[in-house]
């Protein structure tokens, strides 16, 4: 926990309130509001935690003006260009960049753990062939705690670790399931041989009859959009993760509740929503309706894959995605792909559009991610679960901080109570409308 170093003065109704203050290794100071209600009897207000620190953590920081993302301090940009995913895993988990020998040790044991309970397989005859694979990912995640019993209590360190690395080793496993199963052929067992990315695309695109040689050129731009993916920071999905942590639920509990999370088109679904709008713009002359709308206050409609919370300047991300696309799609001969000219020609009308540049609103990380998954061969239904298997190695990292972390509570928000105050009951014979 930072030390406070001054303190801020709270003056209202005639009461002054000292709030101690805390500044951080990087980024804003915080006012510690911890015993506000119990001296002040108030409580603050900020329902989007749009200027509420919820925790302090030492995994990723996110500088918005700038367009600035670190991973325990090391710039995404060097992770994307040096780095590969499970390297980017062992970092947020531990907090270093492994040694050669920490590194095959800890993909080993990843490797030793992609394969699923054999009796797993039985959950997905229960859905529907054309269940979204984000509903089959949230189930099954969430009945992993009925599987694997010896790494539930989070109280033992032993457990808890073969939680996160079973978590990080099986999600792509029961990903790639929920899609075979979506597309009707057979699972495909995970191989010890490959890499995660690698490991990946086999398990979706292979299938029984033939050998399924795996793109290494598609595996590495994979395992990039994998690295970008991985954390970021107290978005909505971790901070679920975090909440669900916090009353002591088990870890394929918490996770499952972020998979769920992550979905909504304002998060993680934003990724197949904008692909889904980039189709529907359908070519370069219908973009200026479309900017048109996502003005529109009375239109719902929003440009997906544009704005952020955080980042008031360039999602660092998108800019590594924007030059993996062109690459991508020229290793797929997919040249002057429809789709990427509209994302382009989109980005380059609304980022000269005095409503953007005033909200500062720029393409994220989910603008370019569906032209590049669905040049690899994904259904846009798969792009959200990839970003949920990335992810989980940021979920289980900040779990596993909030865990072990001693000041830790349960988390338990308040309110501004807008309801009716107290009254009596009405006989229904006395009700009158
Ligand atoms: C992710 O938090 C994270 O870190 C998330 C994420 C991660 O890695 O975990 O980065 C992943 O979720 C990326 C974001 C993906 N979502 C989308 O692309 C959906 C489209 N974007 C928006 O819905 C929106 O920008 C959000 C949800 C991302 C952010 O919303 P905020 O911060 O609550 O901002 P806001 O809705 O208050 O918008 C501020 C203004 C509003 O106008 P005013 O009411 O002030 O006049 O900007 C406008 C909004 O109408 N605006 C947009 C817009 N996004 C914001 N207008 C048009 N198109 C948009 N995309």
Known sequence: MAESTKSATLTFDGKSIDLPMMSPTAGPDVIDIRKLYAQGNVFTYDPGFTSTAATDSAITFIDGDKGELLYRGYPIEQLADKSHFLEVCYLLLYGE????????????????????????????????????????????????????????????????????????????????????????????????????????????????????????????????????????????????????????????????????????????????????????????????????????????????????????????????????????LDLMGIHNNPLLQIAKELEKIALEDPYFIEKKLYPNVDFYSGIILEAMGFPTSMFTPIFALSRTVGWISQWKEMITDPNQKIGRPRQLYIGKTTRNYVDVADRVK
């Open 97 to 328: 960049l492994p040694t050669a020998v920490e590194m095959v040790d800890f993909e080993a044991r990843v490797t030793k753990h992609t394969m699923v309970h054999e009796q797993m397989h039985y959950f997905f005859r229960g859905f529907r062939r054309d269940s979204h694979p984000m509903a089959t990912l949230v189930g099954v995640v969430g009945a992993m705690s009925a599987f694997y019993h010896d790494s539930l209590d989070i109280s033992d360190q032993w457990q808890r670790e073969v939680a996160a690395i079973r978590m990080i080793a099986k999600l792509p496993t029961i990903a790639a399931m929920a899609y075979k199963y979506s597309v009707g052929q057979p699972f495909v067992y995970p191989r010890n041989g490959l890499d995660y990315a690698s490991n990946f695309l086999h398990m979706c695109f292979a299938v029984p009859c033939e050998d399924y040689q795996v793109s290494p050129t598609l595996a590495k731009a994979l395992d990039r959009i994998m690295m970008l993916h991985a954390d970021h920071e107290q978005n909505a999905s971790t901070s679920t993760v975090r909440l669900a942590g916090s009353s002591g639920a088990n870890p394929f509990a918490c996770i499952a509740a972020g998979i769920a999370c992550l979905w909504g088109p304002a998060h993680g679904g934003a990724n197949q929503a904008c692909l889904e709008m980039l189709r529907e713009i359908g070519s370069l002359d219908r973009i200026p309706e479309f900017i048109a709308r996502a003005k529109d206050k009375n239109d719902p409609f929003r440009l997906m894959g544009f704005g952020h919370r955080v980042y008031r300047n360039f999602d660092p991300r998108a800019k590594v995605m924007k030059e993996s696309a062109d690459e991508v």
